[in-house]
T-cell receptor, first 113, second 116 residues
Framework: GAGVSQTPSNKVTEKGKYVELRCDPI?????LYWYRQSLGQGPEFLIY????????DSGLPNDRFFAVRPEGSVSTLKIQRTERGDSAVYLC???????????FGQGTRLTVV | AQTVTQSQPEMSVQEAETVTLSCTYD???????LFWYKQPPSRQMILVIR??????QNATENRFSVNFQKAAKSFSLKISDSQLGDAAMYFC?????????????FGKGTKLTVNP
């Protein structure tokens, strides 16, 4: 595609529910990143994929958060037993290998009520 | 761990004037990259300008330029001839040049208002 695509754009869920957020990177980009941006803050790193493998998952806050990229393209961020504190904008970015410029999607705004 | 600090939560500028946004960072590394990203209400982060730490020359992209002071660990963004479309959140970000450390570390951002 022309850019990084994230779906859904907005998601409202009830506390305790499971959610999946999808990221479709730019075609050919081997690197994929997930960030979380809380209100009034800068984005915080969650996880980085190089191809199908998670090269760095040090930013995942706890074991309720998990991400996959089974075919090295589309990635899904999965959040179990959602909490109100998980409410944030979840941003995805992609880049070519070793390229310093990451291209961002428009994010998914997750609201846990 | 690296940190990025933006000390100006909000800034305003008159259209056609010049404004400078401040950023400082903390790192023990000698080789790294610095970035300024713009985030309009659409939420999409857009790269404005980047600087490689090993380059002494300050980066410039049209109306946007940086003042990179490596010893002081300072990386400010100057926007010349400000336009209404420049209004947005601006984030300073750091990235290590070490292999395997691909993540961006962001500051908290500066909200820029451009007054007509």
């Amino acid at each position: 595609g022309a850019g990084v695509s994230q779906t859904p754009s907005n998601k409202v869920t009830e506390k305790g529910k499971y959610v999946e957020l999808r990221c479709d990177p730019i075609s050919g980009h081997t690197a994929l990143y997930w960030y979380r941006q809380s209100l009034g803050q800068g984005p915080e790193f969650l996880i980085y994929f190089q191809g199908t493998g998670a090269a760095d998952d040090s930013g995942l806050p706890n074991d309720r958060f998990f991400a996959v990229r089974p075919e090295g393209s589309v990635s899904t961020l999965k959040i179990q037993r959602t909490e109100r504190g998980d409410s944030a904008v979840y941003l995805c970015a992609s880049s070519t290998y070793l390229n310093t410029e990451a291209f961002f999607g428009q994010g998914t705004r997750l609201t846990v009520v | 761990a690296q940190t990025v600090t933006q000390s100006q939560p909000e800034m305003s500028v008159q259209e056609a004037e010049t404004v400078t946004l401040s950023c400082t960072y903390d790192t023990s590394e000698s080789d790294y990259y610095l970035f300024w990203y713009k985030q309009p209400p659409s939420r999409q982060m857009i790269l404005v300008i980047r600087q490689e730490a090993y380059k002494q020359q300050n980066a410039t992209e049209n109306r946007f330029s940086v003042n990179f002071q490596k010893a002081a660990k300072s990386f400010s963004l100057k926007i010349s001839d400000s336009q209404l479309g420049d209004a947005a959140m601006y984030f300073c970000a750091y990235r290590s040049a070490q292999g395997g450390s691909e993540k961006l570390v962001f500051g908290k951002g500066t909200k820029l208002t451009v007054n007509p």
